[in-house]
């Protein structure tokens, strides 16, 4: 139902994601709001990598009570603010992938909504 678009008239796509998803047949749709590293206490790692993991931990979560899996991603935006390791946000995001290569677009922003968030990622869901 989802697979990668990957004309040969383009270079590879330059980390771990697909230039496009098409998405046939679906069924379901989920499309998250940007979800952010705060967690359930309220407090919010220092570290870069700890946001990252728990943004995709709460990802995962979201996409299990949709009856979903990993797999059924077929987009993700991450916005990172400037002064950040990309390279912590993409093993982030490949750990959590397993292998699995949506469509992804990576954009620094000026800010978030609250100063003490790195990053926040929103995903597009099929099945």
Do not use: C
């Given at each position: 139902?989802n697979r990668?678009?990957?004309p040969?008239?383009?270079p ?14 679906a ?5 998250t709001?940007?979800?952010v ?5 309220g407090s ?5 990598a700890g946001q ?6 709460k990802?995962?979560e ?7 899996a990993?797999?059924d ?8 603010v ?5 390279s912590?946000v ?24 609250q ?9 597009v869901?099929?099945?």
């Amino acid at each position: 139902m989802n697979r990668p678009v990957a004309p040969a008239t383009l270079p590879p796509p330059a980390a771990a994601y697909s230039h496009a998803v098409l998405v046939e047949g679906a069924a379901r749709v989920l499309h998250t709001s940007g979800i952010v590293p705060t967690a359930d206490d309220g407090s919010v790692p220092e570290a870069l990598a700890g946001q990252a993991a728990l943004v995709w931990r709460k990802i995962g979560e979201i996409l299990g009570e949709a009856g979903m899996a990993v797999t059924d991603i077929v987009a993700i935006t991450t916005y990172v603010v400037p002064g950040q390791d990309l390279s912590v946000v993409m093993a982030a995001r490949d750990t959590f992938m397993a292998g699995h290569r949506p469509a992804s677009t990576l954009v620094v922003v000026a800010g978030l909504a609250q100063a003490a968030w790195k990053l926040e990622i929103s995903a597009v869901a099929a099945r």
